[in-house]
């Protein structure tokens, strides 16, 4: 049984969409062990605790510094065992320890077509203003294992969102959630689960 830590920050309906693809058995030999959010706020947690999932919720605001938050989010993660990390809408750096610690056992979810309109600055609605202010035609998401950089890591699955005349930030961000991210992102982990992906110099091979 592989076991999952999921990180949020926010909605946490890329949480939902992994819940729900375990549900349906769409992903397989898997459990969410434990949902970390850096956010008490986050509704993700709500959702994780309406589907009975462990849950816990540190703030760096109430660390003295974030060395001191990096130790005790490496060490309320590590508590769970995990074989495998996502990252669903976590908007926390990373700490080198812990990508160290989970060589290509990290996983995130980005809303673009990594490389463009990703790295430091690109994150939330931010990604959508960036595409429609480039006035590019084709958007989506990426699912990616988490290395040193920022967005960077080896990319695992990508789905390609057209963008529409109408299209604002917000009803963009909803349809590349709805259409790609919620797809790709339970796909990327029930691939992971049946050990159907390798990664060779940075790049990352699926078995048929
Ligand atoms: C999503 O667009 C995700 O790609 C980004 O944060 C947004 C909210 O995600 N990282 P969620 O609803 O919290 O899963």
């Not at 999932?53 to 938050?69: A, Q, V, Y």
Request: hydrophobic share 45%; net charge neutral; with cysteine.
């Amino acid at each position: 049984m592989l076991r999952m830590v999921v990180c949020i920050s926010g909605g946490g309906t890329n949480l939902g969409a992994i819940i729900k693809a375990l549900e349906e058995q769409q992903i397989k030999q898997t459990k969410i062990v434990g949902v970390f959010s850096n956010n008490p706020n986050a509704y993700g947690l709500q959702r994780a605790k309406a589907a009975g999932l462990d849950t816990c919720c540190l703030s760096p605001k109430t660390f003295e510094t974030r060395e001191l938050f990096n130790h005790a989010f490496l060490e309320a993660v590590d508590n769970w065992k995990p074989d495998l990390i996502v990252l669903a809408g976590f908007l926390v750096n990373i700490p080198t320890e812990l990508i160290d610690k989970y060589p290509n056992r990290i996983m995130n979810i980005h809303p673009s077509l990594i490389p463009a309109f990703c790295g430091v600055g690109y994150y939330g609605l931010k990604v959508h203003e960036g595409v429609l202010s480039r006035g590019v035609k084709v958007t989506g998401a990426t699912v990616h294992f988490v290395d040193a950089g920022c967005d960077t890591g080896p990319i695992i699955l990508q789905k390609a969102v057209e963008v529409l005349p109408s299209d604002t930030p917000k009803s963009l961000q909803q349809r590349v959630m709805e259409e790609a991210e919620w797809v790709i992102l339970p796909q990327a982990i029930g691939l992971f689960a049946e050990n159907k992906i390798q990664v060779l110099e940075h790049k990352v091979i699926i078995e048929a």
